[in-house]
């Protein structure tokens, strides 16, 4: 059983950056697939970006450029880092863990089983 924790959401104005941060508790670490979506009020969650257990990545086209997805095998933690801001990235972000999925399937949700509690990012 996977349980995640996030952490590093704040408020921060257009242009800066924020860490975030999700914590895995389990002992699959090794094999998941993980991901970061992200849900604006009054619209529907969407992957924002996501790592396979081989370490490729994909990101949404929104966040190219700007974003980083990244983990720490050793402390089993999962990252984003977020640059250069806009106030349309204001959004609760979510960390999400699954297991043995085709990179092209990264940012899709029902491919993930286990969900975090989100963390509030906003822009201003």
């Known amino acids: 059983h996977v349980q995640l924790v996030e952490s590093g959401g704040g408020s921060v104005q257009a242009g800066g950056s924020l860490t975030l941060s999700c914590k895995v508790s389990g002992d699959d670490f090794g094999r998941l697939s993980m991901a970061w979506f992200r849900q604006a009020p009054g619209k529907e969650r969407e992957g924002v970006a996501g790592?396979?257990?081989?370490?490729?990545?994909k990101y949404a086209d929104s966040v190219k450029g700007r974003f980083t997805i990244s983990q720490d095998n050793a402390l089993k933690i999962l990252y984003l880092q977020l640059n250069s801001l806009k106030p349309e990235d204001t959004a609760r972000y979510y960390c999400a863990a699954g297991f043995a999925m085709l990179v092209r399937w990264l940012l899709v949700e029902n491919e993930y089983t286990s969900w975090g509690q989100g963390t509030q990012v906003t822009v201003s």
């Open positions: 790592i396979d257990r081989d370490g490729v990545t």
